[in-house]
């Protein structure tokens, strides 16, 4: 889906205001994804690119951490 699909199904986006090139998805306190490959076939399958799963709650948590930290310099998507 679109960023603009996603905001309508009630996604908060937020814009960081500089190059930030990973991407990450924080699931909840025990799994989560972090890497620079879009979620795209090109990029899974053509491109080479790298993600990192954590499957364990201290790692999940300095990620989460790391995302809280850039949010602070975010500005919401309109």
Same mark, same amino acid.
């Given at each position: 889906?679109?960023?603009?699909?996603?905001?309508?199904?009630?996604?908060?986006?937020?814009?960081?205001?500089?190059?930030?090139?990973?991407?990450?998805?924080?699931?909840?306190?025990?799994?989560?994804?972090?890497?620079? %490959?879009? $979620?795209?076939?090109?990029? !899974?399958? #053509?491109?080479? +690119?790298?993600?990192? /799963?954590?499957?364990?709650?201290?790692?999940? %948590?300095? $990620?989460?951490?790391?995302? !809280?930290? #850039?949010?602070? +310099?975010?500005?919401? /998507?309109?």
């Amino acid at each position: 889906p679109s960023v603009r699909a996603l905001m309508a199904a009630g996604a908060q986006v937020m814009l960081y205001p500089r190059m930030l090139h990973a991407k990450a998805i924080i699931v909840d306190s025990d799994i989560a994804w972090c890497g620079s %490959a879009n $979620l795209d076939a090109r990029s !899974l399958f #053509l491109n080479f +690119e790298l993600n990192t /799963a954590f499957y364990d709650s201290q790692n999940v %948590a300095w $990620l989460t951490q790391w995302a !809280l930290r #850039l949010t602070d +310099e975010c500005q919401p /998507a309109s």
